[in-house]
């Protein structure tokens, strides 16, 4: 999928971002409706803002900011 995305943005500027805004929307827009009905619908992953860069995730922190702190950890100081 990453190779047609790729593809997809070099044809047309822009394509991946309104991808992206597009995948957000839905899930704003499933966070706002009712208890799910069907099999699909209980499937689906709710986002959240992460708690340090506010990027959709599905944990409290991503897994960018994860492991950026993992990193600092590390580093003596």
Same mark, same amino acid.
């Given at each position: 999928y990453k190779e047609v +995305?790729? !593809?997809l943005e070099t044809e047309s500027p822009g394509t991946k971002q309104y991808?992206?805004?597009g995948f957000l929307e839905k899930? !704003? =827009?499933q966070g706002a409706t009712s208890a799910p *009905?069907?099999?699909a619908e209980k499937d689906q992953?709710? +986002?959240h803002p992460c708690m340090s860069c506010g990027q959709?995730? *599905?944990a409290e922190s991503c897994s960018y900011? =994860? +492991?950026m @702190? !993992? @990193?600092k950890s590390a580093v003596p100081h």
């Open positions: +995305l790729n !593809r991808f992206y805004w899930q !704003r =827009k *009905t069907t099999m992953t709710i +986002l959709p995730t *599905t900011c =994860k +492991l @702190a !993992r @990193a």
